[in-house]
């Protein structure tokens, strides 16, 4: 157990609709990021929160946002969907800032299908 | 940005035989790369990493070599077993942010 949780697990939906992925980093961790694996892809990165502000941005669309809140849980934002937005989007989260080994400790995942 | 590639995609082997996974990267300004592991369904899980002020690292049956002139770097695992079947993920990172860039892949399957 990384200590990282992501909900929901399984996630199916249409086309056109809005869905909201949650992680919760481990404790202490004050940087999270995003990321998103496709079929045969690999670890495709979105975007990065430290301690609650937006530290980078990755190949993320315009139809997707996060925000990660005061008690640094974040939430993934995905909207107007498509069926190539179907993937596994994992969080991971570190300690961040120059305190970080560079190590990320990897969230279950959330496997998205778009019907 | 960063760029990393990563061959082969797929790697076959008996078990007992040793595996090398390669690894390039672009941006000279990287100092830190890890290797990842995702067994099937599972999530990725740091197994080894190396920073840039050493060329060898090993741990038990892994080991991971990088070559910074030539911007390259490899994970060897010697008598592979059938639990190390996986995909294994290279990353390039640098300075304070440690975001990683990672290589697309490499599938390895372990025949016992």
């Known amino acids: 157990d990384s200590g990282v949780t992501q909900t929901p697990k399984h996630l199916i939906t249409a086309t056109g609709q809005r869905v909201t992925l949650r992680c919760s980093p481990r404790?202490?961790?004050?940087?999270v990021y995003w990321y998103q694996q496709s079929l045969d892809q690999g670890l495709q990165f979105l975007i990065q929160y430290y301690n609650g502000e937006e530290r980078a941005k990755g190949n993320i669309l315009e139809r997707f946002s996060a925000q990660q809140f005061p008690d640094l849980h974040s939430e993934l934002n995905l909207s107007s969907l498509e069926l190539g937005d179907s993937a596994l989007y994992f969080c991971?989260?570190?300690?961040?800032?120059?305190?970080?080994?560079?190590?990320?400790?990897f969230g279950e995942g959330s496997r998205l299908t778009v019907l | 940005g960063e760029n990393v590639e990563q061959h082969p995609s797929t790697l076959s082997v008996q078990e007992g035989d040793s595996a090398v996974i390669k690894c390039t990267y672009s941006d000279s300004a990287s100092n830190y790369f890890p290797w990842y592991k995702q067994e099937l369904g599972k999530r990725p899980q740091l197994i080894i990493d190396i920073r840039s002020n050493v060329g060898e690292k090993k741990d038990q049956r892994i080991a991971v070599t990088l070559n910074k002139t030539a911007k390259h770097f490899s994970l060897h695992i010697t008598e592979t077993q059938p639990e190390d079947s996986a995909v294994y993920f290279c990353a390039a990172s640098k300075g304070g942010s440690y975001i990683p860039t990672f290589g697309r892949g490499t599938s390895l399957i372990v025949h016992p």
């Open positions: 404790s202490g961790d004050l940087s």
């Open positions: 991971a989260s570190s300690v961040g800032g120059q305190g970080g080994t560079g190590e990320l400790f």
